[in-house]
């Protein structure tokens, strides 16, 4: 492999994936601050969209040093699981699944928001958006490493 | 740019907003805190609440406490050293809050034992023998209720002065009162009415400390 990493040339599809990395590493932290910080009850669709999100950050920044295109696969599929699961939430929440088929135990309702910044922006929205975004760019380092 | 730099610096950036967001929400709790205790300040002390230490200390720790809470059985003897380290000017009023389901019986338990002055007897025996009565965090009144009858109280007068009016209503005073200081977890201890500024051992200690440093 000839990706010495001091080299100042930035190889092809590199800097998606280190805004991907950007982007998991904040939304790991925003969803300890929120949880851990602020005390925001965590429920278990939460706790699945974690499964996908916190691997993300490590997995990324290995496939960063040195610079491993296949990490878009490995990445991948964490981004799909995620997306998926945030879908459903955001369904859920929005009311368009009935809250009778939804999978919450122990006092905590998913359907339940506790936090919407700007006024629509709820922690199942910020994920969906963070797992749209992740996968945009995993799929635009895909595109500049085949092209 | 070099790209280990690029990364190293952005992971620092992020690591640093997050600690400093970490510190400014926590001073912001503080300064809520602080807010709300100065507005609820007769929530804080009230006269015929349990309290052990000398009545004419100057230093007051108010502890909310659940005899189901593990962690307030943890910080039992530590408040104790406490009272024993300032001889004379440290003393403690215990207020309820009885967080744990099941706890509102025991806790009223505890009232009774009053009417027999064995209050801390009562509360110790709780604390030291919690797990024969507290299954998965949840108070079983009637093995609390067996637990105590060790202490050789009168049983008859013990059940009835459960059911006092005066009993549910110092409980629930302090149910009451605990909402207004906004506690939500137990133990919550104030300082001559000032809150932890994070929870642990030290951080008790170093209040009490300063509480009698500025009034001795």
Known sequence: MNDPISSNEIPPGWMPIFIAWIVVASATLGSLFFSEVMGVPVCILCWYQRIALYPLTFILAVGLFPYDPKVVRYAGVLTGVGWLIALFHVLLVAGVIPERIHPCVQGIPCSETHIALFGFLTIPLMSLLTFTLVAILLFLAQRMKSS | ?216
């Not at chain 2, 003393?91 to 309820?96: D, E």
């Open chain 2, 1 to 216: 740019m070099n790209r280990k730099i690029l990364f190293i610096s952005v992971a620092g950036l992020l690591l640093m907003v997050f600690t400093v967001g970490v510190m400014r929400f926590q001073d912001r709790k503080v300064e809520q805190q602080n807010e709300s205790i100065s507005k609820n300040l007769n929530a804080l002390e009230r006269s015929g609440v349990p309290i052990k230490g000398p009545t004419d200390a100057k230093v007051t720790i108010v502890e909310f406490l659940d005899p189901a809470c593990e962690t307030c059985r943890d910080f039992y003897p530590l408040v104790q050293q406490l009272i024993d380290e300032y001889p004379g000017r440290v003393r403690v009023m215990v207020r309820y809050a009885p967080l744990h389901s099941g706890s509102d019986q025991v806790v009223k338990m505890l009232e009774a034992a009053r009417y027999q002055d064995k209050f801390w007897p009562a509360l110790e025996l709780l604390f030291a023998k919690q797990n024969r009565w507290v299954v998965n965090h949840t108070s079983q009144p009637m093995r609390a209720l067996a637990l105590l009858e060790s202490l050789q109280m009168d049983r008859e007068r013990f059940l009835a002065d459960m059911k006092r009016p005066e009993v549910a209503q110092v409980i629930q005073q302090d149910i009451q009162d605990g909402q207004r200081l906004n506690v939500q977890a137990t133990p919550e201890f104030f300082v001559n009415g000032r809150p932890m500024p994070s929870f642990g051992y030290d951080q008790l200690s170093r209040l009490v400390k300063e509480a009698v440093a500025a009034t001795y």
